[in-house]
Each structure stands twice: as structure tokens, then as C-alpha cells.
């Protein structure tokens, strides 16, 4: 199960990563990014991008079992 959970996490991280890079306008990150705005006013992409790249590893840990 930790398998599932870690492709689950790394596709997700690159999805996070990509839209971070491109500032891409698809729904779910636009909704994603205006919440995140309150906060984080103009680095709001690069907390994405610093957030995908932590899924990413941690997608990985989970699916080489270290966790």
C-alpha cells in the first residue's frame, strides 16, 4: 500500500511543481494558489514549487519503503 501512497505523492508533487513553473491558470491550482495568496502574497509559486519538490522525496521515500 505504501507504493500507492508514494506514486500517489510524486504525481502529485510534479503536478505542483509544473504548475508552479509555468503559473498555469487550470482550476484546481488557481483555487489552490488564490487561498495561498492570503499568506504568502507574491511567492505563492515558489511555495508551490518548494511543496512539490517535497512530495516528490517524500513520494520516494515511501515507495522504496523507508518509511
Same mark, same amino acid.
Given at each position: 500500500?505504501?507504493?500507492?501512497?508514494?506514486?500517489?505523492?510524486?504525481?502529485? *508533487?510534479?503536478?505542483?511543481?509544473?504548475?508552479?513553473?509555468?503559473?498555469?491558470?487550470?482550476?484546481?491550482?488557481?483555487?489552490?494558489?488564490?487561498?495561498?495568496?492570503?499568506?504568502?502574497?507574491?511567492?505563492?509559486?515558489?511555495?508551490?514549487?518548494?511543496?512539490?519538490?517535497?512530495?516528490?522525496?517524500? *513520494?520516494?521515500?515511501?515507495?522504496?519503503?523507508?518509511?
Amino acid at each position: 500500500m505504501n507504493n500507492v501512497y508514494g506514486f500517489i505523492m510524486v504525481f502529485i *508533487g510534479i503536478f505542483f511543481i509544473v504548475s508552479a513553473f509555468m503559473e498555469t491558470e487550470f482550476i484546481v491550482y488557481r483555487i489552490m494558489t488564490s487561498r495561498s495568496k492570503l499568506l504568502w502574497k507574491h511567492n505563492v509559486h515558489h511555495f508551490y514549487k518548494v511543496v512539490g519538490i517535497i512530495l516528490v522525496v517524500l *513520494g520516494f521515500l515511501f515507495i522504496f519503503d523507508v518509511f
